[in-house]
């Protein structure tokens, strides 16, 4: 149960691991389609995707100890030490300042630990949708996930509380009014 009085819009969208460019993909128009609807007024939409946060949330990978190297040393994001905040130079990840500030004081509030993973310049990483959907609505996202070891394989693994933690963020996002 919410008590916030702002409206929210959970989009869950298809082929995020193909690059998301189909009708039902983060790249598709999909999502600008039912912002329009619910808001044909081009300048009030446009104030309130301002005002707005978008969560987009994809795991992240956990710093895995034989391939520590992989990481920049001062940000190992680990299982069960929280939610992790991802950032990239490169916008591979479209974590603002806005909107990883939000969430820090959402886990603050809610007593969750909070990890950074800011992937090294020198080697390639991978993306989520959320730089599609923040470069197509222009609203302030944060890039979250919880960590995990074996990212794509047959048996990946993730901290039995990390989920638990990310659910509560989760929830106190759609009740909060910190946003607008």
Not at 14 to 37: K, N, P, W
Not at 56 to 70: E, G, I, L, T, Y
Request: proline share 5%.
């Amino acid at each position: 149960e919410t008590r916030s009085t702002f409206p929210a819009l959970m989009v869950c969208t298809d082929h995020e691991e193909v690059g998301s460019v189909s009708a039902v993909g983060a790249a598709g128009s999909f999502l600008s389609d039912i912002l329009q609807r619910l808001l044909p007024e081009p300048g009030k939409r446009q104030r309130c995707l301002r005002r707005s946060l978008l969560i987009s949330a994809d795991n992240a990978h956990a710093v895995h100890p034989n391939f520590a190297k992989r990481h920049d040393g001062l940000h190992l994001p680990r299982l069960n030490g929280g939610p992790v905040l991802k950032t990239n130079a490169n916008q591979r990840y479209a974590s603002t300042s806005r909107g990883i500030a939000l969430f820090r004081e959402l886990c603050r509030q809610q007593h969750v630990p909070v990890q950074d993973f800011v992937s090294r310049s020198d080697l390639a990483c991978g993306s989520t949708i959320g730089p599609i959907s923040a470069a197509e609505t222009g609203i302030d996202t944060v890039d979250v996930g919880i960590a995990q070891l074996a990212m794509h394989s047959i048996r990946e693994l993730c901290g039995a509380m990390d989920p638990l933690r990310l659910h509560r963020v989760c929830k106190a996002f759609l009740a909060t009014e910190l946003v607008n």
